[in-house]
């Protein structure tokens, strides 16, 4: 069970592209649904918390206009990383956490590959 | 602020036991999650904590001291498919009980 689906796994594109990103628990609801993202040897870092129903809570730093985040039902939530450039070429992972209870896990997606050229 | 430390890296023998350590400072504590990621994957998870002690889950048991701010994973009997990426993370509680990592730690296991 608690298994999270993230699609597509690879993206290679243009300067200037938009790219969409889903993520879905496939066995449960999740209401809350977290976005990451990891560059080459580094730790994860979250960049928003994705709250169906509402609107999504940024990390610090993080610009909204450019990472649109909807979450529009309790298994899907997308993340669209808007005029992609280099820079944003990075490993975008989501998870999601199963019911309400506090001490669930967060379960990861397979992540997603951006490599913006 | 938020802190959690790891060792960058380890390397331990086939067969061997090892201690992967984790020390935090965080505003809040709401457990302690380890997590495991091979290169290029995504983490799954091992083992959680919320109280002090050693919560034994199969072959991954991880322990906590809260008022050290110190938790373990230990891993018995290493096999190569344990070389990856160990992950500490805190739920630090607030509304959203976000998770904050640590950088990790690479664990190569050697024949």
């Known amino acids: 069970g608690a298994v999270v689906s993230q699609h597509p796994s690879w993206v290679i594109c243009k300067s200037g592209t938009s790219v969409k990103i889903e993520c879905r628990s496939l066995?449960?609801?999740?209401?809350?649904m977290f976005w990451y993202r990891q560059f080459p040897k580094q730790s994860l870092m979250l960049m928003a918390t994705?709250?169906?129903?509402?609107?999504?809570?940024?990390e610090q730093g993080v610009e909204k206009d450019k990472f649109l985040i909807n979450h529009a039902s309790l298994t899907l939530s997308t993340l669209t990383v808007t005029s992609a450039h280099p820079e944003d070429s990075s490993f975008y992972i989501c998870?999601?956490?199963?019911?309400?209870?506090?001490?669930?896990?967060?379960?990861f997606g397979d992540g997603t590959r951006l490599s913006i050229l | 602020g938020q802190n959690i430390d790891q060792p960058t890296e380890m390397t331990a023998t086939e067969g061997a036991i090892v201690q992967i350590n984790c020390t935090y400072q965080?505003?809040?504590?709401?457990?302690l999650f380890w997590y495991q990621q091979h290169a290029g994957e995504a983490p799954t998870f091992l083992s959680y904590?919320?109280?002090?002690g050693l919560e034994e889950k199969g072959r991954f048991s991880s322990f906590l001291s809260r008022s050290k701010g110190y938790s373990y994973l230990p891993l018995k009997e290493l096999q190569m498919k344990d070389s990856a990426s160990y992950l500490c993370?805190?739920?630090?509680?607030?509304?959203?009980?976000?998770?904050?990592f640590g950088t990790g730690t690479l664990l190569a296991v050697q024949p």
């Open positions: 998870s999601a956490r199963p019911g309400t209870g506090i001490n669930q896990p967060q379960h």
């Open positions: 066995d449960f609801q999740a209401t809350t």
């Open positions: 994705s709250n169906e129903g509402s609107k999504a809570t940024y």
């Open positions: 965080t505003s809040g504590f709401n457990g």
């Open positions: 904590n919320v109280l002090d």
């Open positions: 993370a805190v739920r630090a509680g607030g509304a959203t009980n976000k998770l904050i």
